[in-house]
């Protein structure tokens, strides 16, 4: 399926240049978004939109931290609602428990494996959603989004 970043980071970075200039891109594009573009929040979304992936807000602190970042996991879970009130990334809620940031935010849905915790990818296109039902008066529909749950065979 296509990816739809919000951000395409172009390759690997493998100098401290190509490091500072990605950063500088993740920053610029904050900033256009009328994100104040702290080291944290720099550095979380450059994590976030590296790739197209499905992370929950402990795996971003995990990550974050094996990087060497200083961040707290209120600083995480701050941040990764930012980037999801400004578009960046799209909240994925699986259960009551279970909250995925996905860094694609074109439209699409996904299944859930239950017995790994991992979300995949289902092309709109398999799975069109084109006879919604009218929302209640004085509402309006924002988005559709399915989760299927499905678990390994044994």
Request: negative net charge.
């Amino acid at each position: 399926m296509d990816w739809e970043p919000a951000l395409a980071i172009l390759s690997p970075m493998e100098t401290p240049e190509d490091l500072s200039l990605e950063r500088a891109r993740v920053a610029e594009l904050l900033e256009q978004r009328n994100i104040l573009p702290t080291v944290q929040r720099i550095e979380i979304a450059g994590l976030m939109l590296a790739e197209a992936q499905h992370l929950s807000a402990d795996q971003v602190l995990a990550r974050s931290r094996a990087a060497g970042l200083t961040v707290s996991k209120a600083t995480v879970y701050n941040t990764l609602g930012l980037l999801v009130e400004k578009g960046l990334v799209r909240e994925v809620i699986v259960d009551s428990t279970k909250v995925f940031y996905d860094s694609n935010i074109g439209p699409h849905h996904h299944f859930y494996n239950v017995d790994d915790a991992t979300l995949t990818d289902i092309s709109p296109v398999t799975l069109p959603v084109d006879r919604l039902p009218l929302p209640p008066e004085g509402t309006e529909t924002t988005g559709v989004d399915i989760v299927i749950r499905i678990r390994n065979k044994v």
